[in-house]
């Protein structure tokens, strides 16, 4: 108002009303800023941009993992089956996955585990020692045994950078992902089989060349002797026994997330259709650690529903089936005494007739030869597992490092302990994969590149969240983790 206003008037300007702050009104800030000027942090200052730029980079650094962990996954499964003809079948896994690890290592994502370099070279230092010996001494072992077990190993020493661990949970939904689509080509197998409208036909083997795939696997095995209906193995895998157990991991890894607990379901019903023992047993051993940890109330709610899912199985047609097998092992010849019985026994044997044999072992590879041997002898497939092998093969002490380097790089520390006891038991009891690729390495998306603390993943600021100014340019979660990272 001008002065001249004024005099004619008599009035005064107005001073400016400020309104006390009370509750649900913020008082106003005294600020020098010119109208219309971003407030500090806010959009188009140099922090906002800052803060964008960072979240940009972190959703290109979990894309990447991702895609990594996805390569891994389809690796594992999609082909299993596949190897290099390089004299003995190399696991097409191995290159696959050196791939993936070479690509996360490229871009800063990964890094070596101080504590799971040492126990490696321990290990793999001891055991190349008493291979050597018998290769010198004995004249037995395989020095192409050895070195593919000191390479495929090398990779439990790795681990994801720790910014990237909180992707655990969405690396643990697209295993079970792929397994689900899996899962239901296993039923679907079966179904088709029972009800006439299909018989079996192993496509992988009719398309891919045979130099191309897995020999001396049992992947086409009837439901029992005579049977036309092949157990179900959803074609990529090299067993159904293999798929059997996979199917478990998937079913104890949704457990352990408690997400979509429908798909235990399907991973059951699928697991049925394998009608194999292997994958309960790897399921069982899952479900004692998952109890142990969670306590009466969890096992008690495990165990009814685990009883009704029992005695659904024993309901349908392959029930007879099942039932029939859960006395094998004590009975002579039969799947389950070849696999559980005979190879102890044998290794029991030996160490009685060569105590040597307990401290160094036979040689690297010798396993194989010896179940060739008694397979031409009396038709007998005794299969020894991963843990009698490694014994076997290496020695006492030596395993017990092995099994020290399994602890520290794949159980101690793990986001989710229950899914890697379970993994460890599969290659060590009811698999003979410490040197299959194509199946030993399933501990690496499930427990051991993420193993360790999980580092706090910073939330974007109010004006970045959507209904607040400009919004988010990627979508945004926080995990909350217990103060080691671990889940239950």
Request: include cysteine; aromatic fraction near 10%; glycine fraction near 10%.
């Amino acid at each position: 108002m001008s002065e001249a206003l004024q005099r004619r008037t008599g009035l005064r300007p107005a001073a400016p009303t400020v309104r006390p702050a009370g509750p649900g009104v913020p008082r106003p800030a005294a600020t020098g800023a010119p109208r219309g000027a971003a407030p500090a942090g806010g959009p188009g200052t140099p922090d906002h941009h800052e803060d964008r730029a960072h979240r940009r980079t972190t959703s290109t650094a979990d894309a990447r993992v991702m895609v990594a962990m996805t390569v891994v996954i389809v690796s594992l499964t999609v082909v299993q089956r596949l190897a290099l003809p390089l004299g003995s079948p190399v696991p097409v896994t191995i290159p696959i996955v050196a791939a993936a690890l070479g690509y996360l290592a490229y871009h800063g994502l990964l890094r070596e585990d101080g504590a799971s370099v040492r126990t490696y070279l321990l290990a793999m230092g001891t055991l190349s020692v008493f291979a050597l010996v018998d290769i010198a001494w004995r004249g037995t072992g395989s020095l192409t045994s050895l070195l593919l077990l000191v390479v495929t190993w090398a990779a439990l020493c790795f681990r994801v950078d720790e910014r990237r661990r909180h992707l655990f949970p969405r690396v643990q939904q697209r295993f079970e992902t792929f397994m689900l689509v899996f899962a239901v080509l296993g039923i679907v197998q079966m179904l088709a089989q029972f009800s006439g409208a299909w018989s079996y036909t192993d496509y992988v083997r009719e398309i891919v060349p045979p130099d191309l795939v897995f020999q001396g696997y049992n992947t086409s095995y009837p439901i029992e002797y005579g049977s036309p209906v092949i157990k179900a193995n959803a074609f990529v895998f090299v067993e159904p026994s293999v798929f059997s157990q996979f199917l478990a991991l998937a079913l104890l890894s949704t457990l352990s997330r408690g997400r979509q607990l429908w798909r235990v379901a399907v991973f059951g019903v699928a697991l049925v259709c394998t009608v194999t023992g292997t994958g309960f047993m790897v399921l069982g051993f899952g479900l004692l650690v998952l109890a142990v940890r969670r306590g009466g109330l969890w096992a008690a709610r495990a165990a009814v529903v685990l009883a009704v899912g029992v005695v659904a199985a024993l309901l349908s047609p392959i029930g007879p089936i099942l039932l029939s097998r859960t006395g094998e092992a004590g009975q002579s010849n039969s799947s389950g005494s070849l696999r559980f019985v005979q190879p102890y026994e044998y290794l029991l044997q030996r160490w009685s007739d060569d105590p040597w044999s307990l401290l160094t072992g036979l040689g690297p590879g010798m396993a194989d030869r010896i179940s060739d041997a008694i397979f031409a002898r009396s038709g007998l497939p005794i299969s020894f597992a991963g843990g009698a092998k490694m014994v076997l093969e290496y020695g006492l002490p030596a395993s017990v490092l092995v099994g020290a380097l399994l602890y520290v790089a794949v159980v101690r520390r793990s986001p989710a302990p229950a899914v890697a006891l379970a993994a460890v038991f599969l290659n060590a009891v009811t698999s003979s994969s410490f040197l299959a690729a194509n199946i030993f390495y399933v501990v690496l998306p499930m427990a051991v590149l993420f193993a360790g603390r999980t580092a706090a993943v910073p939330a974007p600021s109010p004006a970045d969240r959507p209904g607040f100014g400009t919004a988010p340019s990627i979508p945004w979660t926080v995990v909350p983790t217990s103060p080691t990272g671990a889940t239950r």
